[in-house]
């Protein structure tokens, strides 16, 4: 064997590793699946059941471990902005005062037998979970981006308030697998609620963009 | 003994006036969390469950009157030494991958001729209502302490288990497309003021599992890596799995797998 063709040999085999990183679970995948979905009770309402359900992003995004090759990451923001829908009335900037409660907001949603919120419980955005915004807020997360002062640097030209907004609504028509969930597509936020928290952001008044 | 207990005592008084102040103002968590933790170091509520815990391993109880003192929980009858840092691990005479909690249960059903049911009626503890689950495992955890975490998962139904883990760290579902990963697959991030373990990586994992069962402030009592994982899946807003359900066990394999090299500092006090 020459030194050509073992350099080959080598570069190939590492190449090979890089395409074929396993996904998670590996053989055992399909075995994981069932045993994940055979651990809950039978008398768990079906709704509740639902929310272990995977659209095909979900399933991408976990068999690429958040980190899907590009041309794949393309087709799934595709199909994921083709989801995103808009207020009756057009108008894509609510009130900034009702976008600032439901930013903090973290409650919510919770299902199941041992703690579960009460029904009609308001749902948030919980965006200090994992965003800095209004500087008062000292205890944001870090999972996201720091957002304060979001208009200020990007104006609030109609371009800028789409785009928050479609982020929102569905942040994997941007970023595939994100980190960010997809409020609009789950209706964990009204279409109503996403302008309030668009106005929050970029509203000069706001405290995001006024401190 | 007693001059710990005693200790304890006057930790857990400090401790309940901290907590008034927590439930307050949320954003000052993390500084007081240091502060008690020092104040506390040999003051852990945990020891009350220690204690406690012990008494049960003990004493003779259930239809068959029988201590729990024969319990194999996988380094033979009886042997507790390191026991909880070498779990989840295959068991022959099951036939299956059995964490701490599972194991126990299933000593408390052949040992002593309780119910499954009976035993897990009270997994984990309400206001009024001790669980006994938690001090057994708070005093079984205690044992491995300064022992390393050891989960090699040699055994084929081992390494199964803990692929099955990883799986489920990175499946992504509900309604804010959240998986384990989400939090717990990156270094340095924060929820809110809460700091986050990169659970992938021996020192994120490592620093996570080391510390449990673990003592929380915010709920008053001992919790357990089953209670541990089945909340965050709540947290995720997904149903909650069954009790000592495998994809616990899986996940917990995964975990201990990855951490396994750390030594044990338990039981923890936490928020």
């Not at chain 1, 994981?32 to 095909?56: G, H, I, K």
């Not at chain 2, 049911?117 to 689950?133: F, L, R």
Request: proline letters at 5%; glycine letters at 10%; a positive charge.
């Amino acid at each position: 064997m020459n030194f050509k063709f073992g350099l080959f040999f080598g570069l190939t085999v590492a190449f090979a590793g890089q395409a074929l990183a396993e996904a998670p679970g590996g053989k055992f995948a399909k075995d994981a699946e069932q045993t994940f979905r055979s651990s809950f009770r039978a008398d768990n309402p079906s709704y509740w059941m639902t929310r272990l359900e995977q659209d095909e992003t979900m399933k991408t995004c976990g068999q690429y471990r958040d980190n899907p090759p590009r041309k794949i990451g393309e087709k799934l923001e595709k199909q994921n902005a083709a989801t995103i829908r808009y207020p009756v009335d057009g108008k894509l900037i609510g009130d900034w005062k009702e976008g600032e409660k439901l930013a903090a907001v973290g409650t919510g949603g919770h299902i199941g037998f041992i703690q579960p919120d009460p029904a009609g419980k308001l749902r948030g955005g919980n965006c200090y979970a994992c965003h800095e915004l209004a500087k008062k807020e000292v205890a944001y997360g870090t999972i996201g981006p720091s957002l304060n002062h979001f208009g200020k640097i990007r104006g609030n030209s109609e371009e800028i308030i789409k785009y928050a907004y479609d982020k929102i609504y569905n942040s994997n028509a941007f970023t595939a697998c994100t980190n960010m969930p997809r409020f609009g597509l789950h209706n964990w936020l009204t279409p109503e609620q996403i302008t309030h928290i668009v106005a929050f952001l970029v509203d000069p008044e706001s405290p995001v963009n006024k401190d | 003994m007693i001059r710990r207990l005693m200790k304890t005592l006057v930790g857990a008084a400090v401790l309940a006036a901290f907590a008034g102040g927590v439930a307050a103002q949320d954003s000052k968590v993390a500084d007081e969390i240091a502060k008690y933790r020092e104040a506390l170091a040999d003051g852990n509520p945990a020891d009350l469950f220690e204690v406690k815990g012990e008494g049960l391993w003990t004493e003779k109880r259930g239809p068959k009157n029988a201590s729990l003192e024969q319990c194999d929980l996988g380094q033979g009858p009886g042997k507790l030494e390191g026991a909880y840092a070498a779990l989840p691990r295959y068991f022959k005479d099951t036939g299956k991958v059995m964490d701490v909690e599972s194991r126990l249960v299933h000593c408390m059903v052949t040992l002593q001729g309780f119910t499954q049911a009976e035993v897990t009626k009270q997994w984990y503890s309400k206001p009024g209502k001790d669980s006994d689950i938690e001090a057994l495992v708070t005093y079984i955890g205690a044992k491995s302490n300064g022992m390393k975490i050891n989960v090699p998962a040699t055994h084929p139904e081992e390494a199964k288990m803990a692929k099955m883990g990883e799986y489920i760290f990175y499946r992504r579902s509900g309604p804010q497309d959240f998986s384990c990963s989400i939090c717990h697959g990156q270094e340095g991030k924060r929820i809110r003021l809460q700091e986050l373990g990169n659970l992938t990586t021996k020192d994120g994992a490592g620093f996570a599992m080391k510390t449990w069962p673990s003592y929380r402030v915010s709920q008053g009592t001992v919790w357990t890596m089953q209670r541990r994982l089945i909340d965050c899946m709540r947290q995720a807003r997904w149903p909650e799995p069954n009790y000592l359900a495998d994809s616990i066990i899986a996940l917990e394999t995964f975990l201990q797998k990855t951490a396994t090299g750390t030594v044990m500092e338990t039981p923890g006090i936490k928020r």
